[in-house]
Each structure stands twice: as C-alpha cells, then as structure tokens.
C-alpha cells in the first residue's frame, strides 16, 4: 500500500472536538452525533431496480464467461471429448448467450419506461431535463454490459474457429491419403486382370466362373471406391458449411 | 528496479477507479462483480483530465465500470443511487463545487480522490459546508492521491505548470511570488517520488532556482518520513547509493540553446512544427473536419522510428507502404478469383481454410493501413513545412553554429532575409547569440536589421543579448546570489551556461554534439571527481540535518533529471540514449515543469524581453529598465 490517508479520520476526530466543546456550528448536538454515528456505521448503498437488474445480468455473464472457461481444454483438444460433446456445449452457449441478450434488452427498454414515468411527472416541479444524466447513466450500464457478453461471445468464437480449423486440416490429408491408395489399388488390380486374361484360354471353363467371379469383385471393388470418394467428397463439404457460415456471422455481419 | 512511472502512476488511477478497494485476484469481468458498487460516474477537473488522457482512453474506462464522465465545473443532474468518483485538484474551487453537489444530493456516495495532499484548511472548510446542508453522509471517502503529474511516457513526466520560465525569471518578481512557485514544483516533484515510493539523493547547482527547489524539496521530505506509515517506508533501509536514485534538478538557463534551436528527427519535428499536446497532434485541416492522432508507444511506427531523421522516416513509411501492399495482394490471390486453377473437392477446402487465414489477417491489416496512412499524412504535412521554410537550411546553420562555435555569415544572413517563419529567423538569431562566445558588434547589428526587415519582434533577442552582456560584464564578482537580485541570478546561472555551451562543443560525438545537460548527469551519475559537477550541493533527506553531510556520491544505477523552465524532446532523446550506452545499462526518466517546442519558449523570452522594457521599436538606452 501507498500509504493513502483516509481524512475521514481527521474529520472525524475534528468532529468529535466540536461535539465535546463549544461547538461553532449551528446544529444540536444531537444532529451532530447522528453524523457521528453514521461514520461509523456504513450503511450499504440501496440500489435501485435498474441497478438490481443490471448486476443480475452481470451475474449471469460472469457464469457464462466460467462455463466456456471450464470445458476450454477438453474443448480444444483434439481426442479428449467427442464431436457431439462440442456440439453440445456450442449449443447450450448460443441459448445462454441468447438469454443474456434478451435481459440486455429488457433493461434497455426499462430506460425508456423509467423515462416515460419522469415525464409524466412533468407538470410537478420536475422537469424534464433533470433525468438526462440518469439515462445517460442507465444507456453507459447497458453498453458495458453489452461489451462484457460480447467479449465473452468473442472467447468463445475462437475456440470455435479452432475448432473448424482443425476440422478442415483433418479433411485435406485425409482426401489426400486416401486417394493415393485408392489409385494404388486400381493399379494392382488391373495387372492382375490383364494376367488372369492371358491364363482364361489354357484354364478352361472352369476358371471361367472364378473369372466371373474376379470380376464381379472387381466390379464391386472400383464402385465402392467410387463410392467412397463421392461421400469423402459430401463429408469435406458438411464440414466446410459451417465453417464458412461461422466466418460469415463473425466477419462479415 | 527500473522505475517505470507509468506504470505506477496507472496502477494508482485503476486502483481509484475500483475506489480504492483491492483487486479480485480472479482477474477479467469477475474483478468488479463482488462488490455492490460495480457502476460509477467520473468527475474530474481540467488538470486531472490531462492527467488521465494519456494513460486510459474512454473505452478503458468502461472496463472499470465508468458509465460517464464529466467536468467539475459544467452544471450536472441527479444520478441516484450511484456512487461518484470525484479526481481533482485541492483548491478552493473544488471544494465548493463539492459541497454544492453533495447538497444537492447529486449520487449516492461521493469518493473524494484529490491530486495531491489536501491542505487542512480546506478540508475544515469541506467539513463545515456539508455538515451546514448536512450532506456529511454522503461523503463516502477522502484521499490524497499523490498524482498531480502528468506521464507522456514510461519515462517522461510534465507537471504541466504553465509559464514557469517567465515567472521564475521576471524582473519585477517578488519573493513571495517566486517563493509560491517554488513551492509548486516542490509539490508536483514530491508527487513524483511518493508515486515511484523512492527517496532520492539531491543534487542541483549552486545558486538559482534549481537550489531553491531541491532544498524546498529536501525539507518536505524530510518532514514527512518523520510520520511512521509514510509512503517511502516501501523503500526504507536502502543505505546504499546502488540501489537509491539521485535526482538531479536544472535550470532552464543552464543550457538555453536545446530549448529554441530546430531539430531534424521525427518526434521533435511533429512537436515543433504541427504542436503535440498530451500526445495528440491535430492535423490543420482545409476542408474537411480536423483530424487529431494519437502517437504513443502503442504505435508501432511512433515506436521504432520516432528518434530517425525525417529522411529516414519517410523511407519507412515507403517501405511499410510497400509490404502492406504485397501481403493485400497474396491474400487476394489465395481467395480471390483463380482463372487457372480447376474447380474440384480438393481445391475447395484449401479455398476455404485460405478463406479462414485471410479472414483472420483481416484486422491486423486493417489496423497496418491506418497506421501507414496516419504517419503518411503527417509526414506530407511536415515535408510541407519543411520546404515552405526551408525548415532545412536552418537545421544545418543552427547545428553548425553550437558544434563549431563559428558562424557562415554570409549564410545566415541570406537565411534571414529569405524563407522561414518569424519566430524561425529569430530561433536562429537567437542560437547565434549562444553559440559563440563573442559576437563582434558589427555582426550583431548586421542580425538585428536583417530582423527589422522582415518585421520580426526582437524582444526575445534583445532579452538574451542583454543576458549575455550582464554576464560578461560580472563575469569576475563572486558574491553568492541573493533571492531577490534577479539580475545576480541570471549572471550567476548563465555564466554556468556560457561554459557549458563551449564546454559542449568541444565535446564532439559521431552526430552531432553531446548536450551540457547530458554530460552533467553522466559525471553525476557516475560520482567520479569532476571539475563540472564537484561543485554541486548534496541534499539526502534520509541523513540528518546535524551530520557530517551524506556519503552518497556514486555511481548510481538510476537517476531523475528534472529542467525547471521548460524541457522538450530533445534533451529526452539525449537522455535516453545515455542510459541505453552506458555500461551496465543505466535508467533515466526525464521530467520538466512543461514540455515546451521552440515557437513556444521563444514566446516566454518574447514576454520577458517585453517585461524588461527591451522592444525592438527603436528603445534608446535610457528607457531600458532592469
């Protein structure tokens, strides 16, 4: 500590000297003990509903801002919970963000009621103007409220984008390698085809059926293959969907 | 233990805006949270707002819970139930307004934080106010701060004490006027080392303001360790000079020819010529509205370049240009349109995971424009200046002029009658004065109706010959200086001056020459028996008054150089790089009673010239008072 003084303390005992002598001031001892009394006793300062509300949505995105916390190393990492675990979590946020937004909201429109209420009091001796500052207030508690939720919702976004970045580098090698064995296979396999040709005529009928039979598998094996490509193909695709949607939300709205 | 005063100095601001409770250690939104006090309004004073804009901007605020500010003095409505910060400075007028506003019941709780220590007459008057309204239990709490400074950077500090030059050097000054500045600076030094928690080991010249400051200094600080919970205690026990800084407090007129002669580098060019304040820079704007930029460290550019010739810096400023454009166009290329490359699965992925790495520069890109843009405005509007007054030419004469002690006539008088400002002719007018040791008469007259032609008032001009030619005249007295003499004073100190500039010269580093202030506090830092500095005075307020005197000469490993009068970029820049060449790397922070260019000192020698009677409408002899 810097060693702040409090010059309560001064007033306090230069107070106290007042009360005990004669005191220069126009106030009865009585009143000046209250004083007193209420330096000793803080009362906590009562706040009104607005106050009430905006600190319970402050509440609620500091417990937001925990439970993203929390879960950040499983979430991140790569092996340590499933995809749907992170579905889940990524859906349980948007609900509470979404919650928490709407009590932003709430509170905003109660500025406009409170201010409603002031200026039905107009023809009394308060006017209009006396309530600026107040809204000016209630607007500035909004805007910190609404940049606490969205730094939070930006934390989050990041280990969603991770996310999707690691998804993406999953995808691409995997194309990659699974093409190469994909053609490998084809390869050996159209050798062998060309050998089992050359061997039909001195093998007979009975190979015939076993060659039927080769090449129905064969068949079978480039159709899979194909098949396979097709579905690695829609599955990059799925993936890069929300990917790009994700961009779009963040960036460019 | 680098002394990093802002740092401290922001740690102290967040620490009030919180209202001086601790800190959560739990860090981030959670801070605020675990008190009920969570939403507050600032009120400040002008001064406390020039304290605050260079260290936290509105935005900032917003993260401790400021919904909004205002000024003292501007009429203000209720806000109820929210409790209010009140920073200002202890002056009568601020109680008063105080005291009106917790009558009025504006918040619910007002926490006093003043600048620096509230004097107990104001506080009685504080106390009788609220008690008459009853409005005492609105006031929450009262502190003294201990911040009446204000921090441009990490380490240099401005007590943003308007003027101060004049004061201190006006003939018709009186001791109470002169007694009530010093006492000023007193304070605003003691704020200084009550923030950084240090007690230093004093040392100043004999004679002049700069003793008059470091023994006022001396004994406030000596009062106040009395107190047990002082705010040095941090420090207490610290006997050796190794670890204890010296403060080393100058004059103004130890060194006159820093304060008005132009510089070549970037950062005293922007200050000299488009007028810095508090960090801002507002660009003179034609058509549109004017634009103001902020250049402190977080500019990356201000940062590395801000010492560089302005050659240099304009080739930076190309260079960034260059990159920026590169890195836009690699980007284009990687998710732009492609015309060669066959659209198909794989190529697709790789198109959007490109897509994420460009979205994702996008900002720090964005951010790059703005900064090469900024720099590159500022720069058109300085190159501008510089050939609309050949701001070059004057550069070159000046720096010639102090480094080799003599002068191309023939090119400073064609500089006079040709391009340049007024206050330029007469800055380097001046710089002639003080750079050589006589000035045949011939010459001077030749100046002074080179200067008449063009109009230019030659009141500041006259005030430093006459300076000079008191000098010369007592050169041989050796009385000690009285308060009151003025003109003792000023022959006393400038005869310092005079030495040191020719001293200065003769002192050549690649690059120019080493300033006399820069030479000083080497040879007081160090400790080592110096003809230059074996004659300044001691002061350590940790030895008592009654001993043999401290033993603390040296070396010191940090030090705080303080220039009453007016200080500017240039002597930072010197001092600066002392600290980064010696051997081990030493710290210094620099700081003065205002951060002056040179149009603006030349200003104050321009009033005292005009104080001392010295116009430049033809004044006989006979009209020149003293």
């Known amino acids: ?253 | 233990m680098a002394l990093n005063l802002r740092q401290k100095q922001m740690n102290l601001i967040v620490r009030m805006l919180n209202l001086n409770q601790p800190p959560n250690p739990g860090g981030g939104i959670s801070t605020a949270a675990g008190a009920e006090e969570v939403y507050k309004i600032l009120i400040m004073d002008a001064f406390c707002r020039g304290v605050l804009s260079p260290l936290i901007h509105v935005n900032d605020l917003r993260k401790h819970g400021i919904t909004l500010f205002f000024p003292i003095d501007k009429s203000r409505q209720t806000v109820p139930d929210v409790p209010a910060i009140y920073f200002v400075r202890p002056t009568p007028e601020n109680i008063d307004h105080i005291a009106a506003d917790a009558a009025r019941g504006l918040y619910e709780s007002f926490h006093l934080n003043f600048s620096s220590s509230l004097p107990r007459p104001l506080l009685e008057t504080l106390a009788l106010k609220t008690l008459e309204k009853d409005a005492v239990h609105r006031i929450s709490k009262i502190y003294d701060q201990y911040l009446e400074f204000v921090t441009l950077e990490d380490s240099l500090f401005s007590l943003a004490q308007p003027k101060t030059y004049v004061q201190i050097n006006d003939p018709s000054a009186g001791d109470r006027e002169i007694e009530e500045i010093v006492e000023k600076i007193v304070s605003g030094l003691f704020c200084v080392l009550a923030t950084l928690g240090v007690v230093p080991v004093i040392r100043c010249a004999r004679g002049g303001p700069a003793e008059m400051v470091a023994s006022a200094l001396d004994s406030r600080i000596r009062d106040h360790l009395v107190i047990k919970n002082n705010l040095f205690s941090e420090s207490g026990g610290l006997a050796s000079s190794f670890q204890r800084p010296i403060l080393c407090i100058f004059d103004r007129n130890f060194e006159l020819a820093v304060g008005i002669q132009h510089d070549w580098s970037y950062r005293p060019l922007v200050h000299d010529v488009l007028g810095m304040k508090l960090n801002r820079v507002t660009m003179p704007a034609e058509k549109s509205a004017a634009k103001s930029y902020e250049l402190d460290d977080s500019d990356s550019f201000w940062f590395s370049n801000s010492w560089s010739p302005f050659q240099k810096v304009a080739e930076e400023i190309e260079n960034q240009l260059s990159k920026y454009k590169q890195d836009i166009d690699e980007v284009n290329k990687r998710t732009g349109g492609k015309d060669g490359v066959e659209f198909d699965g794989t190529d697709l992925i790789g198109n959007t995971k490109h897509l994420m790495n460009a979205v994702n520069s996008l900002p720090e890109l964005t951010e790059r424009k703005k900064m090469i843009d900024k720099h590159t405005n500022i720069a058109t509007v300085l190159l501008g200046e510089i050939k609309e007054r050949s701001l070059d030419g004057y550069c070159n004469l000046e720096n010639d002029m102090l480094t080799k002690g003599s002068v191309d006539k023939s090119q400073l008088l064609s500089l006079l009658k040709g391009k340049g400002t007024k206050v330029d002719k007469l800055r380097l007018s001046i710089t002639y004065l003080l750079s050589l040791e006589t000035t045949p008469q011939s010459e001077v007259e030749a100046i002074e109706a080179a200067l008449r032609e063009t109009e230019v008032d030659t009141c500041a001009f006259q005030y430093v010959k006459k300076i000079k030619s008191l000098n010369a005249s007592l050169a041989a007295s050796a009385s000690s200086a009285s308060r009151s003499n003025i003109v003792d004073w000023a022959e006393k100190l400038y005869g310092q001056s005079i030495s040191a500039v020719t001293a200065g010269m003769k002192n050549l580093l690649s690059g120019g020459r080493q300033l006399a202030l820069t030479r000083t506090v080497e040879a007081l830092m160090e400790g080592k028996p110096n003809p230059e500095v074996d004659s300044y005075l001691v002061f350590d307020p940790r030895v008592p008054r009654s001993g043999s005197g401290s033993q603390l000469r040296g070396p010191f490993k940090e030090a705080i150089v303080f220039m009453i009068g007016g200080g500017n970029y240039v002597e930072y820049r010197s001092l600066m790089e002392l600290a980064q060449r010696s051997q081990p790397v030493k710290h210094v922070i620099y700081g003065t009673t205002e951060v002056l260019n040179g149009v603006e000192f030349v200003e104050q020698l321009t009033e005292l010239g005009q104080k001392m009677g010295l116009g430049s409408s033809g004044v006989g002899p006979s009209q020149q008072g003293v």
């Not at chain 1, 939070?152 to 690691?166: A, I, K, N, W, Y």
Request: aromatic content about 6%; overall charge neutral; some cysteine.
């Open chain 1, 1 to 253: 500590m810097l060693g702040l003084r409090e010059l309560k303390l001064k007033l306090f005992r230069w107070l106290y000297r007042e009360i005990k002598g004669n005191t220069s001031l126009n106030l009865k001892k009585s009143k000046l003990a209250a004083i007193l009394a209420s330096f000793i006793m803080h009362k906590p300062p009562q706040g009104s509903l607005f106050t009430k509300a905006a600190l319970k949505t402050l509440k609620s995105i500091i417990e937001l801002e925990h439970f993203i916390v929390k879960p950040r190393k499983d979430y991140v990492d790569l092996h340590r919970i499933t995809e749907q675990e992170r579905d889940n979590i990524e859906h349980e946020v948007g609900f509470f963000v979404k919650a928490c937004k709407d009590q932003i909201d709430i509170l905003k429109n109660r500025i406009h009621d409170e201010e409603k209420n002031g200026n039905s009091k107009t023809w009394l001796h308060i006017r209009d103007d006396t309530y600026a500052d107040m809204v000016a207030h209630k607007h500035g508690v909004i805007l910190i409220l609404s940049e606490q939720l969205h730094s939070v919702t930006t934390q989050f976004d990041r280990l969603r984008s991770m996310r999707f970045q690691d998804a993406i580098n999953r995808a691409m090698p995997k194309r990659k390698m699974h093409r190469i064995p994909d053609s490998k296979s084809f390869e050996a396999s159209k050798p062998e085809f060309t050998e089992l040709g050359e061997q039909v005529l001195p093998s007979g009928p009975m190979k015939v059926q076993d060659q039927l039979l080769d090449d129905e598998t064969r068949a079978l094996q480039v159709e899979l293959t194909s098949l396979l490509d097709a579905v690695q193909e829609t599955e990059t695709n799925m993936v890069e969907m929300p990917a790009l949607n994700h961009l779009m939300s963040t960036h460019v709205l």
